[in-house]
């Protein structure tokens, strides 16, 4: 239930019962007025809370028989729209500006998004904000933005809380394992960048939580390996007691859970679209540009190249741009105060930009990235 429509990915096929729509999700986005609002209404009027609600329901009539339910909240997308006590644990003066609010150093023109899926509100159309890299968000509205953000975001996390709730009141949580995931992260400033748009790091970097009663030594763990979402569906599969299906790109994740300090893949894979940048004539109508990243435990980086659009396929020859950004001193616990130059092109890293690109080329599937973990696995098989 949740997030999507039809053409979206209700997929009918796939369920055993329809697909859960809120009944007041249209109303909710206001006719495109404004980026955020917290209208002044009952919570249970809200679309998530909605979502929330039909998801409990459900699992109610489902608690006498194994199931897989997916409940999908909309927030925080844009709009953010959330009930007013929400924003009130985020007062003026408690959130403050990006500390990097400027394109990195060096970065290719490609790599830049103009965040239009935020400009298209009429409260920020209002603003007059210039086309062109590094535009920026009057601070006024950069702070507000952000803050309505956070307050969206703890008002899905109230959700969720509901959920759980419900789920230990239903006597289901010594059985059921939960799996929490974003589908992507989110811009908010920094970079002078807004929204997803992109292969920078605070993008393409999602949350993801593991919580199975089966593997209760992985409770309270932090894993700091390397995983993608490809992941998940064969850790689910794993994890219920099947065979996970061979040809996957993903791997089960049971392993990390169990021994959070395993040996794991060396590399996680993204990527995002570009126009073809004004001035390359296109082989055939439709084709575009697309970034191709890789993350290890030190680097991010990034090649633009020539896509055809009609099979598919990449040309590593035809590229627009190459990034590389320094995550050694990375820690995880900020998503400040990196990627802000591009080393690409700094001959003192021409070794890194060659091991990398011989990485990113191979794939998700080479040997090299994988050795360790396939090792691992077939060492740590996971019986229910």
Request: glycine share 8%.
């Amino acid at each position: 239930s949740g997030k999507g429509d039809f053409a979206e990915g209700d997929d009918p096929p796939s369920w055993n019962e329809p697909y859960y729509h809120s009944p007041n999700l249209s109303s909710f986005n206001f006719k495109g007025e404004h980026a955020w609002y917290s209208p002044n209404l009952p919570e249970e009027e809200f679309p998530d809370a909605q979502i929330a609600a039909a998801g409990i329901e459900r699992m109610k009539n489902l608690s006498s028989q194994p199931f897989f339910i997916a409940i999908g909240f909309h927030k925080p997308h844009l709009p953010f729209v959330f009930p007013p006590k929400y924003l009130d644990f985020y007062p003026n003066g408690s959130v403050l500006l990006p500390a990097d609010p400027y394109p990195p150093k060096g970065m290719p023109d490609i790599a830049w998004s103009d965040f239009g899926e935020i400009r298209k509100y009429k409260d920020i159309v209002k603003l007059h904000i210039a086309d062109g890299i590094g535009k920026d968000m009057p601070d006024k509205e950069t702070l507000d933005l952000r803050r309505a953000y956070y307050a969206a975001t703890t008002y899905t996390d109230a959700q969720i809380g509901k959920v759980l709730t419900a789920l230990d009141n239903i006597g289901l949580s010594e059985n059921t394992t939960v799996l929490l995931w974003g589908d992507h992260g989110w811009q908010l400033g920094e970079h002078g960048e807004w929204c997803k748009h992109t292969n920078f790091e605070l993008a393409a970097r999602a949350p993801l939580i593991v919580r199975s009663p089966i593997i209760p030594e992985s409770h309270g763990q932090v894993c700091e390996a390397l995983v993608e979402h490809v992941d998940i569906y064969p850790t689910l599969v794993d994890i219920a007691g099947f065979e996970v299906p061979s040809g996957l790109e993903g791997f089960s994740l049971v392993p990390l859970l169990k021994n959070p300090k395993a040996p794991w893949k060396t590399a996680a894979f993204s990527q995002y679209p570009r126009a073809i940048p004004k001035g390359v004539k296109r082989d055939f109508p439709g084709d575009r540009a697309m970034g191709y990243s890789i993350r290890t435990a030190e680097w991010r980086y990034t090649e633009w190249v020539y896509f055809h659009n009609h099979t598919y396929t990449k040309d590593w020859t035809r590229r627009f741009g190459v990034e590389l950004y320094d995550h050694r001193n990375d820690t995880g616990t900020s998503m400040t105060g990196f990627e802000n130059v591009n080393l690409a092109n700094h001959t003192e890293y021409a070794a890194v930009v060659k091991e990398l690109s011989d990485m990113l080329h191979a794939g998700p599937n080479s040997t090299d990235i994988h050795t360790k973990q396939e090792k691992n696995q077939a060492d740590e098989t996971f019986l229910m």
